[in-house]
């Protein structure tokens, strides 16, 4: 069984910018690709950001230029340097990670960003 743990989220002012950590614990064989979503009130879950073990990144367009994605996996954890935050930004941030065939997913930090 693998947890995984976010922190980082808040309240910011448009512009302003937030860095939001996820945390890997468990048994882990491995993990391979990890990766942040987002949901908004009323809206689907959405990928923003994913890496995989060798680093390489997907970004999705309306992050692109703004957020970064990074990992340490000798820590098993995956960031997610946001800035120039816009106020359609605000949604809970979800982690997530695969491990041989099994999605495991964070219970998710809350990004409000005010106009």
């Known amino acids: 069984q693998v947890q995984l743990v976010e922190s980082g989220g808040g309240l910011v002012q448009a512009g302003g910018s937030l860095r939001l950590s996820c945390a890997a614990s468990?048994?882990?064989?491995?993990?391979?690709?990890m990766g942040w979503y987002r949901q908004a009130p009323g809206e689907q879950r959405e990928l923003v950001a994913a890496?995989?073990?060798?680093?390489?990144?997907n970004y999705v367009d309306f992050v692109k230029g703004r957020f970064t994605i990074s990992r340490d996996n000798a820590k098993r954890t995956v960031y997610l340097q946001m800035n120039s935050l816009k106020p359609e930004d605000t949604a809970k941030y979800y982690c997530?990670?695969?491990?041989?065939?099994?999605?495991?997913w964070g219970q998710g930090t809350q990004v409000t960003v005010s106009s």
């Open positions: 468990g048994s882990i064989f491995s993990l391979n690709a």
């Open positions: 997530h990670a695969v491990s041989g065939p099994v999605d495991y």
């Open positions: 890496i995989t073990s060798g680093g390489r990144t």
